[in-house]
């Protein structure tokens, strides 16, 4: 039996009492933890100059409105930059996280890619292999916690999480929408619309079960646009716990 991950209400309440005078921004912060059911961390590896990548963009998207515990990631890789569009979202750290997976899964690189939860891989414009994965991860019983709060401190986000767990950290700061108008390559003439596109992402090796960690904000992105993803992976790159949060500003 498998182990997933969910916060525990109670985690969240200790580590946001902490940043109580947080409340007084008249922004409406919404914090989206798992609390007793599984969850699914879907990234998706894309790219704008892929003319087979709109549809999985399109599929992920879907997820945002079906399901409370499905977390998406956008990473748009930079493999494609010279075939004809330089996608502005890519990023080579995002082609080598995408080859990590190649070789822990021992699958190719390509776009575009969903893997779900570290595990499942597949094309991501199957949108029937994608519900199947994620609804069998959210039967799954949440074992480990972890929770987060993001406030804004000038041009970075400060993230502080709590956990039980010992594995990996990743934190990801999301662009929440996105819209393009492609001007070469294969997308040519095409509008793309994007969503949760990761824009700032780190690693860190658990020491400690709190702490903090910085992210930098994109010149020309407001932090009201973006949220942080964080999440917890193994040796063999599972996921084992998830958490979400808007950021406080």
């Given at each position: 039996m498998k182990k997933r991950v969910a916060?525990?209400?109670?985690?969240?309440?200790?580590?946001?009492?902490?940043?109580?005078?947080?409340?007084?921004?008249?922004?409406?912060?919404?914090?989206?933890?798992?609390?007793?059911?599984?969850?699914?961390v879907v990234e998706l590896f894309t790219s704008e100059g892929c003319s087979s990548c709109p549809p999985a963009d399109n599929a992920v998207a879907k997820l945002l409105k079906e399901y409370n515990n499905v977390y998406v990631l956008g990473y748009h890789v930079d493999y494609w930059d010279n075939l004809g569009w330089k996608d502005a979202f890519s990023n080579a750290d995002y082609t080598k996280r995408q080859k990590n997976y190649a070789r822990t899964?021992?699958?190719?690189?390509y776009t575009p890619q969903i893997i779900v939860n570290?595990?499942?891989?597949?094309?991501?414009?199957?949108?029937?292999?994608?519900?199947?994965?994620?609804?069998k991860d959210?039967?799954?019983?949440p074992?480990?916690?972890?929770?987060?709060?993001a406030t804004q401190n000038d041009n970075t986000i400060k993230v502080s999480y709590q956990t039980n767990s010992?594995?990996?950290?990743?934190?990801?700061?999301?662009?929440?929408?996105?819209?393009?108008?492609?001007?070469?390559?294969?997308n040519q003439g095409a509008t793309l619309h994007h969503v949760n596109i990761v824009r700032s992402f780190q690693?860190?090796?658990?020491?400690?079960?709190?702490?903090?960690?910085?992210?930098?904000?994109?010149?020309?992105?407001?932090?009201k646009d973006c949220a942080v993803i964080a999440f917890t992976q193994d040796a063999n790159m599972r996921v084992t716990s998830a958490a979400k949060t808007n950021i406080r500003l």
């Open positions: 916060p525990v209400a109670i985690l969240f309440l200790l580590l946001s009492s902490a940043f109580s005078c947080a409340d007084s921004s008249s922004q409406k912060n919404t914090t989206i933890n798992n609390t007793g059911n599984g969850f699914a899964l021992k699958s190719g690189i570290g595990e499942a891989q597949f094309v991501g414009s199957d949108e029937n292999k994608l519900h199947a994965a994620i609804n959210l039967k799954d019983n074992q480990q916690d972890l929770s987060i709060i010992s594995d990996n950290l990743n934190i990801a700061l999301v662009q929440l929408n996105a819209e393009t108008k492609v001007q070469r390559g294969e690693t860190i090796a658990l020491k400690n079960n709190t702490g903090n960690i910085s992210l930098n904000l994109p010149a020309g992105l407001s932090a």
